[in-house]
């Protein structure tokens, strides 16, 4: 068995693992299940035992990569292991992990050995690290620091501060995103590698807890730096680097937060299901919703995959599709949830199981960075690059590798110094222009085949549709770029993206239910509705199929995503 082959096995038992000792989320007598994580959130804390239990799994080595002693191999096995936590409570996947790992990114990329090391130790022995980076006041602008670091000596000396800052109370190290230069421009930034515990009371002082309306276990707090004096040996990479560094590690965290929420709408949908059960109200409208739900989830989940893989395989084009990615995801997940709760509401209300979960999903994902200065932060990205790909690459660049979509597709491990902030192509539109291409002139037989080709027809014609319009756009035009019209076509973009991302998911599934058009041609068919097609009818019985799936993963207890896996949840006796 290769290196590869061990690790992926690894990987997947490590999850089952996992799943396995948080137990079945429903059952009342579970102390880690919803009843005792929906207390905790009353309570503005995390659940201790929920945390307690990943300490002995020793799951802060998940975030440590495999170089440095770690088990983080690359980004979709790190999803696979989130998934489990995320599936139960987005906060403890933000509070105990995954912001740990936000902050300890510029460090693994660009940090000295020591500094690396230093880090890896920290997460891997379940310490937090924190990051001085997105304000109160400003959301996710990171350009407009608040932290000030002026020359003095051979060090730095920090004047400002920040409001709220996930697990400042408990981080053990502290990566800032500091002004190094007055000057504006984006070499005015530099990442500074901190010790909270020697800096306090020496110019660091520690800001009480701030109340949150999402993820309220999370501790939020902050730090006020009034001279604080620190050696240069703090120093992350080179000085100016910050912005650069920051845009490079936002690729992993994007596509993280995206790959791992994926299982957090899972539970949603898995209560609306039993609550339409159980009330008798699994009638044509809810069997809709249901199913149109578990083919947004596939077809997610399709785009999350190819994203994560890329981080390894396509280091040079990850930027664009992770923005992409986590710009319009979040985006179906949200409408998605408000789909589902018209089936939850429909079997009354009940505060502390299915309708509670919804409820404080809802309030979580805006506060886990799925919501309006996200898409902002995304947009920035997106937008300026599309009327240089409308030149260079829609139409020409060569369909990506197999292994960005294949089941079970090996992928090398993941290299924070080799990813890129600009330049690469588009591989998502690639594989829809070139899957397109092969269905216009497929034979998949029946209906099926019809509304293939139809619907391919149509996404083929509306790239070409978006490479015209963005081709009519000078790049480095600042009023066109920062209209209304660019922010439409970079929606446009980004539905056309997950679509090339699911259909060549099922392009190459040969066997099982992912081999079936049924689930690829309903959640094609809801995208087309977001690009305002008109499309045909589905094939009668396309709902059906769909919804079968769905029961059958119901009743065995096995996941609602690309991965299918055993889950701790019963399911139907």
């Given at each position: 068995m290769t290196v590869e082959l061990r690790e992926r096995d690894d990987v997947r038992r490590r999850a089952a693992r996992l799943e396995r000792r948080l137990g079945d989320p429903g059952d009342p007598t579970n102390p880690l299940g919803f009843r005792a994580l929906l207390t905790a959130d009353d309570a503005?804390?995390?659940?201790?035992?929920?945390?307690?239990?990943?300490?002995d799994e020793g799951f802060g080595a998940e975030l440590v990569p495999v170089a440095l002693g770690g088990r983080l191999h690359d980004a979709e096995s790190l999803v696979h292991v989130l998934r489990p936590v995320f599936r139960r409570d987005v906060a403890l996947g933000f509070g105990y992990g995954i912001t740990s790992l936000f902050a300890a990114a510029p460090v693994f990329a660009a940090g000295s050995p020591a500094q690396r090391a230093h880090v890896a130790r920290l997460l891997a022995s379940g310490g937090?690290?924190?990051i001085v980076h997105r304000s109160l006041a400003h959301g996710t602008a990171m350009l407009r620091g608040e932290v000030d670091a002026l020359p003095d000596g051979d060090g730095y000396l920090l004047r400002g501060r920040k409001d709220v800052v996930v697990n400042a109370d408990r981080a053990g190290a502290v990566v800032a995103y500091v002004r190094t230069d007055p000057a504006p421009g984006p070499a005015a930034h530099s990442v500074l590698l901190l010790d909270p515990d020697a800096l306090r009371g020496d110019g660091l002082r520690l800001l009480g807890r701030r109340p949150t309306t999402g993820m309220r276990g999370c501790r939020f707090a902050g730090y006020e730096f009034e001279d604080c004096r620190v050696s240069g040996a703090a120093l992350v990479g080179a000085e100016g680097a910050g912005v650069r560094l920051a845009l490079r590690t936002f690729q992993l965290n994007r596509t993280?937060?995206?790959?791992?929420?994926?299982?957090?709408v899972d539970t949603v949908l898995r209560s609306a299901l039993r609550t339409a059960l159980a009330a008798g109200a699994l009638?044509?409208?809810?069997?809709?919703?249901?199913?149109g739900v578990?083919?947004?989830?596939?077809?997610?989940?399709?785009?999350?995959?190819?994203?994560?893989?890329a981080l390894s395989l396509l280091p040079d084009s990850a930027h664009l599709a992770a923005a992409g990615l986590k710009y319009l995801v979040p985006d179906l997940l949200r409408d998605d949830l408000e789909e589902l709760a018209t089936v939850l509401g429909a079997g009354g209300y009940s505060r502390d199981t299915d309708q509670g979960m919804l409820s404080k999903l809802l309030r979580d994902l805006p506060a886990a960075g799925l919501g309006h200065a996200g898409t902002a932060s995304c947009q920035a990205v997106v937008i300026p690059q599309l009327p240089l790909l409308a030149r260079t690459s829609w139409g020409v660049e060569p369909e990506p590798a197999d292994a960005l979509f294949a089941p079970g597709a090996r992928v090398p491990a993941l290299d924070l110094t080799a990813l890129q902030v600009a330049g690469g192509g588009d591989f998502l539109a690639a594989a829809l222009g070139a899957g397109a291409d092969r269905l216009a002139g497929d034979t998949v037989p029946g209906p099926y085949g019809t509304i293939l080709r139809t619907m391919a027809t149509a996404f083929r014609d509306a790239l070409r549709e978006l490479r015209d319009d963005c081709r009519a756009v000078e790049p480095g035009d600042r009023a066109a770029l920062t209209g209304p019209a660019m922010a439409a076509r970079a929606d446009r973009h980004a539905v056309l993206c997950v679509i090339g991302a699911a259909l060549a998911t099922w392009e190459r599934h040969t066997e099982g239910f992912l081999a079936d058009p049924a689930w690829l041609v309903l959640a094609l068919h809801r995208l087309g509705r977001r690009l305002g097609l008109t499309l045909p009818p589905l094939p009668a019985d396309c709902v059906d199929r769909v919804m079968e799936e769905l029961l059958a993963r119901f009743a065995a207890g096995r996941g609602l995503d690309l991965h299918d896996a055993p889950l701790a949840e019963a399911g139907i006796p």
């Open positions: 503005c804390e995390l659940l201790p035992d929920a945390e307690a239990l990943l300490d937090r690290a924190a993280l937060i995206t790959g791992a929420v994926i299982a957090s009638g044509r409208r809810q069997r809709g919703v249901l199913a578990f083919a947004d989830l596939l077809a997610s989940d399709s785009c999350a995959t190819a994203v994560l893989r």
